[in-house]
């Protein structure tokens, strides 16, 4: 069933995340749509002023996609949420009880951006992104 071009499952599968996201403190939310993971990944890292660590073999595994679908795919509906390893858990806990699907894909960690998914990777450091970032931003 779509309601206003929306699965009634997605709708209520985002009322459940906006929830369980209420029960963690989290420290930084984007969504994963212009470029896909991979931006979203870097956004939170130049935000946080810290590097990632990433794994989305998982994600690969789910989807059955590419590796570089699953970086750059702009499908709706994903959320790169990043917060203290505890809350994180309590999250993905809390997601589990309400089957709102939650990965636990990385860490925040040193100063590069280093994402792998399946055949595809991305590797640079955050300082580099970050100039890359606001040259794209109206000053």
């Known amino acids: 069933m779509r309601e206003r071009g929306h ?20 420290q930084s939310c ?17 935000h946080g002023e810290v590097g990632v660590i990433v794994d989305l073999d998982e994600l ?14 702009e499908g709706a509906g994903g959320i790169c949420v990043a917060g203290r390893a505890a809350e994180m858990q309590a999250l993905a806990a809390a997601g589990e009880e309400r089957g709102v699907d939650v990965m636990l894909i990385g860490r925040a960690t040193g100063d590069r951006i280093a994402i792998s998914a399946a055949e595809a990777e991305v590797s640079l450091p955050l300082e580099v992104a970050e100039r890359a970032w606001r040259s794209l931003r109206p000053a």
């Open 7 to 26: 699965r009634r499952d997605d709708l209520l599968q985002t009322a459940q995340l906006r929830h369980s996201l209420t029960l963690a403190l989290v």
């Open 30 to 46: 984007i969504l994963n749509s212009d470029g896909g993971l991979a931006c979203a990944l870097a956004e939170c890292a130049i």
């Open 60 to 73: 690969v595994e789910a989807r059955g996609a590419s590796g570089e679908a699953c970086l750059f795919g």
